[in-house]
């Protein structure tokens, strides 16, 4: 069964350090995409980016950086210089082919972390 | 109007009462979804609906009852819940199709609380 683990339940930094968010998932899989989300304290939760299981390239996008490493299983998150707006909880996701044939897309979340920037 | 809607976005309801929640998404997606948020826990995937097509009922309690009545539109219909059904409900939606992938987009959910 596929399962993400997120072992930092809480992080705090002082704004401007760096902050790295571990995502580790187990599949069986060979094609799967990972996800993060971000859920402010309103409670949406807002999508950040998805990557598929055949691109291990980082991607970077601001003051965000993802490194994927299929061999670890890991796909962890850095925050660089953060600020109070990345206060929020961020949530890892994993997607598997075909778990549902009527169609739709199931997502297997991490308990996800809760990251406290203060000033 | 911004990609999901909810409402209400607050609701307190007793175990005898009978309510519904609402979400609506402007994103032309096909597939939309409900979502249990508990306190300490993952995300619960409660429903999936594909066109209108109901595709995945993840062992959810009668009480809890789904209708989807067009794509765009999604409902989650409560009847004699139990306050251990407390909790934020989260709606969202996504391109879908069978083998899909796509990125679910969130509403800001509907905090549920069941005197």
């Known amino acids: 069964a596929q399962k993400v683990t997120q072992a930092q339940t809480e992080i705090s930094v002082v704004e401007k350090e760096d902050v790295t968010l571990d995502c580790v998932y187990e599949t069986r899989d060979t094609t799967y995409y990972l996800f993060w989300y971000k859920q402010p304290p309103s409670g949406e939760l807002v999508f950040l980016i998805r990557?598929?299981?055949?691109?291990?390239q980082n991607e970077i996008s601001g003051r965000y950086s993802w490194n994927f490493q299929k061999s670890t299983s890991s796909f962890n998150f850095t925050i660089t210089a953060s600020q109070v707006v990345d206060s929020a909880v961020y949530f890892c996701a994993l997607s598997e082919r075909g778990k549902l044939t009527g169609g739709g897309n199931k997502l297997t979340f991490g308990t996800g972390t809760q990251l406290k920037v203060e000033l | 109007e911004t990609g999901v809607t909810q409402t209400p976005r607050h609701l307190v309801m007793g175990m005898t009462n009978k309510k519904s929640l609402k979400c609506e998404q402007h994103?032309?997606?096909?597939?939309m979804y409900w979502y249990k948020q508990s306190a300490k826990k993952p995300l619960e995937l409660m429903f999936v609906?594909?066109?209108?097509?109901?595709?995945e009922n993840n062992s959810v309690p009668s009480r809890f009852s789904p209708e989807c009545p067009n794509s765009s539109h999604l409902f989650l219909h409560l009847h004699t819940l139990q306050p251990e059904d407390s909790a934020l409900y989260l709606c969202a939606s996504s391109q879908g199709g069978r083998g899909a992938y796509n990125e679910q987009f969130f509403g800001p959910g509907t905090r549920l609380t069941v005197l």
């Open positions: 609906y594909n066109f209108k097509e109901q595709t």
């Open positions: 990557r598929n299981s055949f691109d291990e």
């Open positions: 994103l032309g997606h096909n597939a």
